[in-house]
């Protein structure tokens, strides 16, 4: 079965904090990818990053990056100096290579508030 | 601005109404998707349309009907909904619904109300 857990159901910071947000997931494939997505009020569903399960090199974007864990099966997403406009819910997503035609596995959410 | 484009942004129907939502992208892309998602939860998927055939239907109930003219274009017929059917209905839409790499690209989503 796969599953993800994102344990942090609100995390509240003031601008310019660096935030983690934790994903932990459960899979029994070997090859699988790892997304996150970026829900603002507005309601769109923004893809930020995915990672292929061979991939274990951690990503930088800007003030976003990611580390990418499989000892720990984690990809948690870190917002470095943080911005009103970071406020969102965000999503960490699976998908395995038997991914049952298009079937996403999604996390609870995080939701993050960034005070100014 | 989003590639995947959902009208209308807000629907107000009775329990009686025929209604419909309509996706449109222009990604080429040949898997196409609709997503409920209620408040403080993350989307459950509902339909998967690969290469504008019905490729998977999570048992929703039949007053959802989706129908996919063309690979661009993706539509939710709604009919005789119930107030808890009320929710964000998201489309996505992804380059091949088979590869588990392809990331899902989300339109801005109809808040539907069912009074």
């Known amino acids: 079965a796969q599953k993800v857990t994102q344990a942090q159901t609100e995390i509240s910071v003031v601008e310019k904090e660096d935030v983690t947000l934790d994903c932990v997931y459960e899979?029994?494939?070997?090859?699988?990818?790892l997304f996150w997505y970026k829900q603002p009020p507005s309601g769109e569903l923004v893809f930020l990053i995915r990672r292929n399960s061979f991939d274990e090199q951690n990503e930088i974007s800007g003030r976003y990056s990611w580390n990418f864990q499989k000892s720990t099966s984690s990809f948690n997403f870190t917002i470095t100096a943080s911005q009103v406009v970071d406020s969102a819910v965000y999503f960490c997503?699976?998908?395995?290579?038997?991914?049952?035609?298009?079937?996403?596995?999604f996390g609870q959410g995080t939701e993050l508030s960034v005070k100014p | 601005d989003t590639e995947v484009t959902q009208t209308p942004k807000h629907l107000v129907m009775g329990m009686t109404n025929k209604k419909s939502l309509k996706c449109e992208q222009h990604?080429?892309?040949?898997?196409m998707y609709w997503y409920k998602q209620k408040a403080k939860k993350p989307p459950e998927l509902m339909f998967v349309y690969s290469y504008e055939k019905l490729s998977i239907n999570e048992s929703v109930p039949s007053r959802f009907s989706p129908e996919c003219p063309n690979s661009s274009l993706l539509n939710l017929h709604l009919h005789a909904l119930q107030p808890e059917d009320s929710a964000l209905y998201l489309c996505?839409?992804?380059?091949?619904?088979?590869?588990?790499?392809?990331?899902?690209?989300f339109g801005n989503g109809t808040r539907l109300t069912v009074t």
């Open positions: 996505a839409s992804s380059q091949d619904s088979l590869r588990a790499n392809s990331p899902l690209h």
């Open positions: 899979t029994r494939d070997t090859t699988y990818y």
């Open positions: 990604m080429g892309h040949r898997a």
């Open positions: 997503a699976l998908s395995g290579v038997d991914n049952q035609g298009g079937k996403l596995i």
